[in-house]
């Protein structure tokens, strides 16, 4: 249950006018008081021998008597208004339990706290199934102000209890830093114009990935116009920007004008100076030397995500979050055809996983920023779609560490969107990894090769290993390492350096997890013969996984458990 709370200035005859009305699209059905200040307040929807204007006329005079009252004492701010939605998957509410809540709502917020004779007037309509609308003045009947303090805070605690009580869908509490929800107008318009979204939605989208991939706030104005988006800009006397609002073609108000949405009304972390402070601290630095393949870049920073979650500088964490969510929102326009809607979805639902009242470190996050900005401008060969595969594997343990750090620090609604995440991921990642792991186990070395590899994988994971040779990726695993021998890689000290990079321990699959790591390694420099023959040396003297450099990657981190 969604309350949300509305100020206005001026009497409520409008808003009156508004909420017994047709709407914008005819989709005010039956209005009608539920509930009201005193149970018997006139109501238009059941006056039938009275004209209805001249009853709103009525009611909307009631409800201003104590602001007109006060005269030029009266406050600014003189109406609050709060609809409340169910959730499509909530039964039909009748009109009295509606009256309960709206009753419980106004006392929580200070409005009408219970058997208050003297609180502020107010009525709760209903023209929907699914909703009800509180009307309220800011004026008691005694001529003073209402305690509402933090009055959002005890309406959406109340709600919280409600779901409870009437066995509705329960919400998870939130910080204050989610996006700002489509209007009920801005639904019923994208319904009458047949699109799935709403400009907001889309809008959000856009800008979002403008932000993912410019280097600069001058590319970054560049990509939104490339995409459609038009761009106003509102400067200070000075001429300096001071934020920018965003419209799409052909979104137009009743007068024909562009609709304009705000950056920060989009989202909070979308407003012209968080933007600025983006591009300032993650654009790229000047590159001296040809850089690494991207897909290995991205994937190898993706897989320190894990460990910066675990550690306990909780600010270079948040930072990580919000560079996984621009990598996300990437990643669909550079995806293969039938994995694109997942990534779309895992994109729009990991975004909330990215804001929490953590402020973010982004110094640490500039090379998955770089690589995946690499792999979106450039579109760098991808080999039989392995690239891609390896950074989903690594995606997906990220998001999976995102929910449990989410979990621990108690942000419901980020982890909640990160567990959903984790649902789209694995589709996609199935739809990717498949095809690639079927070509790979067609080039399967021969059975003698096979024994010896799987030899190896016993010595090295013995508590594993019976598990990953009776996977159907074996066939894909003993490809890579016998192709690693041939560009003169040792396996035994390949799947040694595999193991170090992280544990096995989060990985549904290792067979599949040990695959992508140790393709990633040897398609990296060819080691000359005598560092191989020192690795070699140093895995015939340790036992067990090899200690790590600190230059190394992250050490191993116990996770949540996987569900791929």
């Known amino acids: 249950m969604i309350p949300k709370i509305i100020l206005g200035q001026g009497g409520t005859?409008?808003?009156?006018?508004?909420?017994?009305?047709?709407?914008?699209?005819?989709?005010?059905?039956?209005?009608?008081?539920?509930?009201?200040w005193n149970d018997f307040a006139p109501d238009p929807g059941r006056s039938p021998h009275r004209d209805p204007k001249e009853v709103e006329r009525q009611l909307?005079?009631?409800?201003?008597?104590?602001?007109?009252?006060?005269?030029?004492r009266a406050p600014q701010t003189t109406f609050w208004h709060c609809p409340i939605r169910a959730a499509p998957e909530d039964p039909n509410l009748t009109d009295a339990q509606w009256a309960d809540i709206a009753r419980r709502i106004v006392a929580a917020a200070g409005i009408a706290p219970g058997d208050d004779e003297n609180a502020c007037r107010w009525v709760a309509v209903r023209h929907a199934d699914d909703h009800i609308h509180i009307a309220a003045t800011l004026v008691r009947q005694d001529g003073r102000r209402p305690q509402r303090d933090h009055d959002k805070r005890a309406v959406q605690k109340e709600a919280r209890q409600i779901e409870v009580d009437?066995?509705?869908?329960?919400?998870k509490a939130g910080d204050g830093t989610a996006a700002k929800r489509p209007t009920s107008k801005e639904l019923f318009k994208a319904k009458r114009l047949g699109q799935d979204t709403t400009a907001r939605e889309v809008l959000r989208i856009r800008v979002r990935r403008a932000v993912a991939a410019a280097g600069d706030e001058a590319e970054f104005f560049t990509l939104l116009e490339a995409t459609g988006v038009t761009v106003r800009l509102n400067?200070?006397?000075?001429?300096?920007?001071?934020?920018?609002?965003?419209?799409?073609?052909?979104?137009?108000?009743?007068?024909?004008?562009?609709?304009?949405?705000?950056?920060?009304?989009?989202?909070?972390?979308?407003?012209?100076?968080?933007?600025?402070?983006?591009?300032t601290t993650t654009s790229p630095e000047p590159v001296t030397v040809r850089p690494r393949n991207p897909w290995h870049q991205a994937t190898s920073a993706t897989d320190r995500i894990p460990h910066h979650l675990s550690a306990d500088d909780d600010h270079a964490a948040q930072?990580?979050?919000?560079?996984?969510?621009?990598?996300?929102?990437?990643l669909p326009i550079t995806a293969p055809t039938a994995a694109r809607a997942e990534l779309q979805q895992a994109a729009v639902l990991f975004e909330r996983a990215t804001r929490s009242r953590i402020t973010a470190d982004l110094d640490s996050t500039r090379v998955l920023r770089r690589s995946i900005q690499a792999i979106w401008r450039d579109r760098p060969q991808d080999k039989d779609g392995a690239g891609f595969a390896m950074?989903?594997?690594?995606?997906?343990?990220?998001?999976?560490?995102?929910?449990?750090?989410?979990?621990?620090?108690?942000?419901?609604?980020?982890?909640?969107?990160a567990e959903r995440t984790l649902l789209h991921l694995r589709a996609a990642y199935e739809q990717v990894a498949e095809p690639v792991l079927a070509g790979l186990a067609r080039r399967a070395p021969a059975q003698q090769t096979k024994h010896r590899l799987a030899h190896h994988l016993q010595q090295a994971v013995p508590e594993y290993a019976e598990r990953i040779l009776n996977d159907p990726a074996w066939d894909a695993l003993a490809t890579v390492l016998a192709e690693a021998e041939t560009t003169g890689h040792n396996a035994a000290t390949i799947l040694s350096q595999?193991?170090?990079?992280?544990?096995?321990?989060d990985a549904h699959n290792p067979a599949r997890a040990l695959t992508w790591r140790i393709r990633r390694l040897s398609q990296r420099h060819t080691p000359s013969p005598r560092a191989?023959?020192?690795?070699?040396?140093?895995?015939?003297?340790?036992?067990?996984v090899p200690a790590r450099s600190p230059a190394a990657t992250p050490p191993p981190q116990r996770s949540p458990d996987r569900r791929r």
């Open 319 to 330: 930072g990580q979050l919000v560079a996984l969510g621009a990598a996300l929102d990437l």
């Open 235 to 279: 400067r200070a006397p000075s001429g300096d920007a001071l934020g920018c609002n965003f419209a799409l073609p052909g979104n137009t108000n009743e007068n024909g004008e562009p609709v304009w949405f705000a950056g920060s009304t989009l989202s909070p972390d979308l407003s012209l100076p968080r933007i600025r402070e983006r591009l």
């Open 60 to 72: 909307a005079t009631q409800l201003d008597q104590p602001v007109r009252m006060l005269g030029e």
């Open 498 to 505: 595999a193991l170090s990079q992280r544990t096995l321990e």
């Open 13 to 36: 005859r409008g808003l009156i006018r508004y909420l017994f009305g047709k709407g914008q699209a005819n989709e005010h059905v039956d209005p009608h008081l539920v509930a009201s």
């Open 532 to 544: 191989q023959a020192a690795r070699a040396r140093s895995a015939t003297q340790r036992s067990g």
């Open 166 to 171: 009437y066995g509705l869908r329960r919400l």
């Open 391 to 417: 950074l989903l594997d690594a995606a997906f343990t990220a998001v999976a560490f995102a929910a449990h750090w989410h979990r621990t620090r108690q942000h419901a609604q980020q982890a909640e969107a």
